[in-house]
């Protein structure tokens, strides 16, 4: 079982900052992939960024620039620095860990965090 614990939300008014963090433990042999994907009230989730276990990033055509996922292989541990914050990123956001259970085991797993709320506004 692999648990995702996210922290770093909460309230600020726009053009602030946050700093998101989500740290996976569990039965982790290797992860591939960490992301974060948000969901606005009444809308459906979206990918927001990803970063592979080399580095290569991606990100949501309305966060480049402002925002920036980085990760700690030892600690795998992902996070999201969110500059320039707008209102209309409020929203729940969810980390997501794309993983191996173990050596000989090929399968590629998926697991969520519970969310962690991000509210921008005056």
């Known amino acids: 079982q692999v648990q995702l614990v996210e922290s770093g939300g909460g309230l600020v008014q726009p053009g602030e900052s946050l700093r998101l963090s989500c740290a996976a433990s569990?039965?982790?042999?290797?992860?591939?992939?960490m992301g974060w994907y948000g969901q606005a009230p009444g809308k459906q989730r979206e990918l927001v960024a990803t970063?592979?276990?080399?580095?290569?990033?991606t990100y949501a055509d309305s966060v480049k620039g402002r925002f920036t996922i980085s990760r700690d292989n030892a600690k795998n541990t992902v996070y999201l620095q969110m500059n320039s914050l707008k209102p209309e990123d409020t929203a729940v956001y969810y980390c997501?860990?794309?993983?191996?259970?173990?050596?000989?085991?090929?399968?590629?797993?998926?697991?969520w965090g519970q969310g962690t709320q991000v509210t921008v506004s005056s």
């Open positions: 997501k860990t794309l993983y191996l259970r173990g050596r000989y085991d090929t399968s590629v797993y998926a697991a």
């Open positions: 569990g039965s982790i042999f290797r992860i591939n992939a």
């Open positions: 970063i592979t276990s080399g580095g290569t990033t």
